[in-house]
């Protein structure tokens, strides 16, 4: 059986702008019906970033073997040209020529405070690649892109039976009542946070219990608390892994999600899946960016061997 995971989800490029100063101090309370403020930033970095390009980074890390369902636009050479170095397919990657790439520009004050602006660009086009192309795979996840993407590629990959786990991230507001429950119908696992599965049981009427019976495995992450995944009618708790540093928490969701994968391609157990992601996101908030961590899968056996004691 093939080892391949399709990753469906957004390629994005991060511009993170430092501001000195604190926001506070240059928005007067009474006066935001009219702000027109500028703030001299001197730091500024660009990151690769976007959920697909995000949770393929790690996986091929960890030697799997992600391929790539996503849009790209006019401006994406270095992109492109990046994830080909690492051996990640782009074959499957729609070039939009009128569009330009998703992007998000964070301007943070001295206080963390964020001002952010997302241009969505080619992304919302992702309904137009056609998952089938992709060829077979394992396992397919579903991570935030598109509204009518995500949802045509949950038709288009129950339809050919490859198993989907549902990640909605920050896109879940996108969806109603009747769309999400049809994700959970239609999927084989599900993976969410813990403010996400609040809202997903509050959006759908269904509670944890609910959920997992209806899937091979539910997944919940709770940041430092660790993480839980539903499987089987029973509940196995994954510790959190402490990290070398607390540096950036971008794309630690996509990390852990990651390690779930190759889990599941590996035919390894819920148990050693979940501490195996739960390493990886902690590898991962030891660095700045989502994509700058890097290890060997033999350094990895050795960091998952010193936390827990066994080689997965």
């Avoid at 794309?251 to 157990?269: E, P, V």
């Avoid at 899968?297 to 827990?308: C, H, L, T, V």
């Amino acid at each position: 059986m093939t080892k391949t995971s399709l990753i469906c989800g957004s390629l994005a490029i991060d511009t993170i702008m430092q501001f000195s100063g604190r926001f506070g101090e240059s928005l007067l309370a009474d006066q935001l019906h009219k702000v027109n403020v500028s703030f001299l930033v001197p730091t500024l970095r660009t990151e690769f970033g976007g959920c697909s390009g995000n949770i393929a980074y790690n996986l091929k890390m960890l030697g799997g073997e992600p391929r790539i369902i996503g849009v790209m636009g006019q401006d994406c050479g270095p992109y492109l040209e990046r994830l080909q170095k690492l051996g990640i397919s782009t074959e499957n990657i729609m070039i939009k020529a009128d569009s330009y790439n998703a992007q998000c520009f964070v301007t943070a004050d001295a206080d963390n405070n964020q001002i952010n602006a997302f241009h969505p660009g080619a992304m919302s086009f992702a309904h137009e690649n056609n998952v089938a192309k992709a060829g077979p795979a394992r396992v397919a996840i579903i991570s935030p892109d598109g509204h009518e993407g995500m949802l045509k590629h949950a038709q288009d990959l129950a339809d050919i039976g490859i198993p989907i786990m549902f990640d909605p991230g920050q896109q879940l507001p996108m969806f109603n009542t009747e769309q999400l429950i049809d994700f959970i119908d239609k999927a084989t696992y599900v993976t969410a946070n813990d403010y996400e599965i609040e809202m997903l049981m509050e959006r759908t009427g269904l509670t944890i219990q609910d959920m997992a019976s209806r899937l091979e495995a539910l997944i919940v992450t709770r940041g430092e608390q660790g993480s839980e995944i539903y499987t089987g009618g029973k509940r196995i708790d994954i510790p959190a892994v402490a990290a070398d540093a607390v540096l950036d928490p971008t794309g630690c969701g996509d990390a852990y999600r990651a390690g779930l994968l190759f889990g599941i391609t590996n035919d390894l157990n819920w148990e050693t899946s979940g501490r195996l992601a739960s390493l990886m996101g902690s590898i991962k908030i030891a660095h700045q960016g989502a994509q700058n961590h890097k290890l060997t899968a033999s350094e990895i056996g050795d960091r998952f061997e010193a936390a827990f004691g066994y080689r997965y």
